[in-house]
């Protein structure tokens, strides 16, 4: 055992010598990997925010129903609870809407200025079926009663929203594996050109009786090493961007009387990032050394 670990902190100290030795070259490897990994980040985060703040919202297929001003509301409500398509009805009077809207963030002072209540009365049906043809279909009944104003179906925009999140996911996973694989291609040709120059001196250790494991080891931790500095480096540009991002961010929800910001990758998230730059690398390095080593 102690054996194997002395072999493992001496590949790891050659592969530290070569990347010192060459520093130009591996601060130009690294920082290619961190501008490539940083796209898909940053995409990753930025779709993170937007989920975050969808989640604030409910997704429950609920319709708003306003009344007419001359709306008989007790005769309205026996005909919604008749209804099967309804599961659940809750009625807010125009002035319990009001006292929400004053309290809500960034409003009381727009509803201090109003004269009298524009709000109509309200009933908040919830439909039995949660698909999008029986919320239309129940909306298009309840729009023909007498008495209704309007129906709105309140649940519809965040649908879309998390449909194009998803949509979004799909583009980044897809984004990431095209990069994922220039990466490995990047991390293979400096491995390659590696191995080319050390061609004698991997040839002697060989003829001195050095295994295959023992010539590939520096090359492994030389892959991984680079790989971990391109994944930190595009942890510190994602960090940046998104506060460069935040000075607009900021001022804009200001606006509106939220204090709403760009939050960076969770603990966990970062590592992630980290953990496959560096894995990226060892792959590119795994092939690298195969097929030139043979």
Do not use: C
Not at 186 to 199: A, D, E, K, S
Not at 253 to 266: D, I, K
């Amino acid at each position: 055992m102690r054996t194997w670990l002395r072999q493992h902190r001496g590949a790891l100290a050659r592969a530290l010598r070569k990347l010192a030795a060459q520093r130009a070259a591996t601060l130009l490897n690294a920082l290619v990997i961190g501008v490539a990994l940083s796209l898909p980040a940053g995409g990753y985060a930025l779709l993170a925010n937007l989920q975050g703040v969808a989640q604030r919202f409910t997704f429950e297929p609920q319709l708003s129903v306003f009344l007419k001003p001359e709306a008989k509301r007790a005769e309205l409500e026996a005909r919604l609870r008749a209804d099967r398509r309804v599961a659940a009805l809750r009625f807010v009077p125009r002035d319990e809407a009001l006292a929400e809207l004053r309290v809500a963030e960034g409003l009381a002072e727009v509803v201090a200025a109003l004269e009298r209540n524009p709000l109509p009365d309200t009933f908040v049906v919830r439909a039995a079926g949660g698909s999008a043809q029986a919320l239309e279909e129940l909306a298009r009944a309840l729009q023909a009663l007498p008495g209704v104003a309007n129906v709105q179906v309140d649940s519809a925009w965040a649908e879309r929203l998390a449909a194009l999140a998803r949509i979004g996911r799909l583009a980044l996973a897809a984004l990431a594996v095209l990069l994922a694989t220039g990466l490995v291609a990047v991390t293979f040709n400096t491995i390659r050109l590696q191995i080319l120059t050390q061609r004698e001196e991997i040839e002697v250790s060989r003829l001195l009786g050095a295994t295959d494991a023992f010539v590939r080891r520096p090359f492994f931790y030389q892959g991984v090493l680079q790989g971990l500095a391109g994944g930190l480096l595009a942890l510190v540009i994602l960090g940046a961007g998104l506060w460069v991002l935040n000075l607009g961010v900021r001022d804009l929800a200001r606006a509106y009387g939220s204090s709403f910001e760009l939050a960076f990758l969770p603990a966990r998230d970062a590592l992630a990032v980290a953990v496959f730059a560096a894995g990226l690398g060892w792959l590119g390095a795994l092939l690298s050394v195969s097929r030139y080593l043979r």
